[in-house]
């Protein structure tokens, strides 16, 4: 141990993304008592202002990631709510011994091809699906399941891309959906993928030492097809016990098939006649505000603070901190067009139940069309008695709240 170790003492974790997303990480480590070395691109990222240490890099830039945490002799390295940095991650876990998953575990976890082969491996039921890398091949993939469809980019994360192909389309609109989902994807072409209908989940997980603690079951809401960005999320699940367990169970047996270990586990599933289908399955805390707000406000349990006590190689603490409840947030949208004013209808601070109201924009900003989370301007949060109460909360905080848009001017 270095001189320089020895004098500091408190134990150092690399943090990979320090925007909004990952600002729970970085506060609840500072709060532990650690140096947090936060990692971005972006300067401006709010989390590098609050860093013990703060570098600005590419979070796939491995060689100046690996130096940067060999030099500051990182104890551990986590990230929150991002797959882009995930193989990173574990290429530096690999590389300096520390925990957290395999770099093959994240391979199949950050790329639907390798997904979907390791889950089929392991009878995991998960749609039907082709790999296309190029049109000829994604037509003849649509043609060959011959249902409804999603279209899909291998790789990437936050909804982007995602377009779902009614059955019979003309191949110019399979044209279009594929098309736009290699547009963003990071590697690996597109999947084309049966469509699975039934309501949408999440189930929220740890997984350390081979033993998979399931934590929260997420009801999900969603702005239907084409795109099904993610409006809103409620915990604890609605649905009727056995329904909920079979859904914990499924996600076990996706976790299992991937080999995370060390590492939390986000896995999205649908609910269907047969059964739970594994949509995807991600190697890391979810996003959303699912695990830094709604997790601790439904179960009483700081999953984040587990997360780096396991990137640490500590055990988690699992005990719930506070009373168990209920929580929902809801996401707020939009016209698209340039933002004119928000208008708060009353004083926000006397909404029953409200934890958290934020709006990501401001005047002059561009609201996009709401086609990935993108599109999302602001978000609610609420605790309620029960998941009904906290929804209707949700929603009732949301109405007060309006961005109001203009058409943006041609040039």
């Not at 599933?269 to 996003?287: C, D, H, N, S």
């Not at 190689?313 to 949208?333: E, N, V, W, Y």
């Not at 989370?373 to 309006?402: N, W, Y």
Request: with cysteine; charged share 20%.
């Amino acid at each position: 141990m270095s001189p320089m170790r020895l004098a500091r003492q408190a134990r150092t974790l690399m943090v990979l993304g320090a925007r909004r997303a990952q600002l729970p990480a970085i506060q609840t480590a500072l709060a532990m008592g650690l140096r947090v070395v936060a990692v971005d691109p972006d300067p401006a990222a709010p989390g590098l202002a609050l860093a013990t240490l703060a570098g600005v890099y590419d979070l796939a830039d491995l060689g100046a990631i690996l130096k940067l945490a060999r030099a500051e002799e990182i104890d551990g390295i986590m990230t929150l709510a991002a797959d882009y940095p995930m193989p990173t991650l574990a290429a530096v876990c690999a590389e300096m011994c520390l925990p957290g998953p395999r770099p093959q575990v994240v391979d199949a976890a950050t790329n639907k091809r390798l997904m979907r082969l390791a889950l089929r491996a392991a009878g995991v039921p998960c749609p039907l699906s082709h790999h296309a890398s190029n049109l000829e091949e994604a037509r003849k993939a649509v043609a060959k399941l011959a249902t409804d469809t999603i279209l899909k980019p291998a790789a990437s994360q936050g909804g982007r891309g995602i377009t779902r192909v009614a059955a019979g389309s003309a191949p110019e609109v399979v044209d279009w959906a594929y098309l736009r989902a290699l547009k963003e994807t990071r590697a690996d072409g597109v999947m084309v993928e049966q469509f699975i209908e039934g309501p949408e989940f999440s189930v929220e997980s740890l997984t350390h030492g081979g033993q998979t603690h399931v934590i929260a079951v997420t009801d999900k809401l969603t702005s239907g097809a084409p795109y099904y960005v993610e409006l809103g999320h409620s915990q604890p699940s609605r649905w009727t016990d056995a329904q909920v367990e079979s859904l914990r169970r499924a996600a076990r047996s996706a976790i299992s098939a991937l080999g995370i270990d060390q590492a939390a586990g986000h896995t999205e599933l649908r609910l269907t006649a047969q059964g739970p289908v594994i949509m995807e399955v991600a190697a890391r805390l979810g996003g959303g505000f699912i695990n830094s707000h709604l997790v601790p406000l439904s179960t009483g349990i700081d999953l984040v603070g587990a997360c780096i006590q396991v990137a640490l190689g500590d055990p988690p603490d699992l005990t719930p901190k506070r009373p168990s409840g209920a929580a929902a947030i809801r996401f707020l949208s939009a016209t698209p067009g340039l933002v004119s004013s928000i208008e708060r209808l009353g004083e926000l601070s006397e909404q029953e139940g409200l934890v958290e109201a934020d709006v990501y924009v401001r005047p002059g900003d561009l609201v996009p069309e709401l086609v990935d989370a993108g599109g999302r301007v602001g978000h609610v949060i609420c605790r309620g008695r029960d998941p009904d109460h906290a929804l209707a909360l949700a929603e009732r905080a949301m109405d007060r709240i309006h961005v109001l848009t203009r058409a943006r001017e041609a040039r």
